[in-house]
């Protein structure tokens, strides 16, 4: 009796699976069929390109599941993707814990990527700006103190891009308002961008 009820119930996580599958594939096809998104990650991968022939770095940041694809992303182009090469300055901001908790102790954690940005961030450098409502504050904050130093602004989001929107050189928003399926999303986004790079920058590899 105990064997049936397991058995019945693994039956409907099995469904669960399925259906949730089917729903990442669902948004998977969704992006394909968006030639301006298409062309908009595209972009995202040019404009990488020239930030590195230029001398410039990437900066990655975001919160929660979004600072782990921020951090996976920077990882991707400053160490390897497809093949061994030179590394690629990329950096996700919030790795340094004792910045990020005195930054959030002494002013702010709406400031904790705004400052360090304005420290570091240059001309002719890449903000990588994750969040999938697109609202979080010290994301915002980080978009406009990366365009206050003449930094370009790639945001990755959700579908209605929130406030991220309004205020970003170049938006990627995935057709979803569902946040696991946003962040899976990106990360098939960030590795499209980093292919595209280290194929571009290292052709006879």
């Known amino acids: ?36 998104l298409i062309i908009a990650i595209e972009k995202a991968a040019v404009q ?21 694809d921020a951090q996976h992303i920077a990882a991707e182009f400053s160490g390897r993707f497809y093949f061994d090469r030179k590394s690629l300055a990329a950096e996700a901001i919030h790795v340094n814990t ?9 002013y702010s954690f709406n400031d904790i990527y705004s400052r360090y ?3 570091c961030g240059k001309a002719n450098d890449v903000l990588i700006a994750i969040s999938t409502s697109g609202n ?7 978009i406009n103190t990366a365009k206050q130093n003449k930094m370009f602004t790639i945001a990755l989001t959700g579908l209605s891009g929130g406030k991220m929107k ?6 990627i928003n995935v057709p979803s308002s569902d946040t696991p399926r946003i962040q899976e999303s990106h990360i098939l986004i960030g590795h499209i961008i980093c292919e595209i790079v280290e194929s571009n920058l290292f052709p006879k590899m």
């Open 136 to 142: 979080s504050e010290n994301i915002i904050r980080a």
């Open 48 to 68: 990488i390109i020239n930030c590195y022939n230029n001398g410039g770095k990437v900066l990655l940041c975001g919160n929660g599941g979004s600072a782990a």
């Open 166 to 171: 309004g205020i970003s050189d170049l938006i």
């Open 117 to 119: 940005i304005d420290g």
């Open 98 to 106: 004792s910045y990020i908790t005195a930054v959030a102790n002494d």
């Open 1 to 36: 009796m105990n064997y049936i009820i397991k058995y019945k119930h693994m039956t409907d996580y099995n469904k669960h699976i399925v259906n949730i599958i089917n729903s990442n594939i669902s948004i998977k096809r969704a992006i394909i069929e968006d030639k301006n």
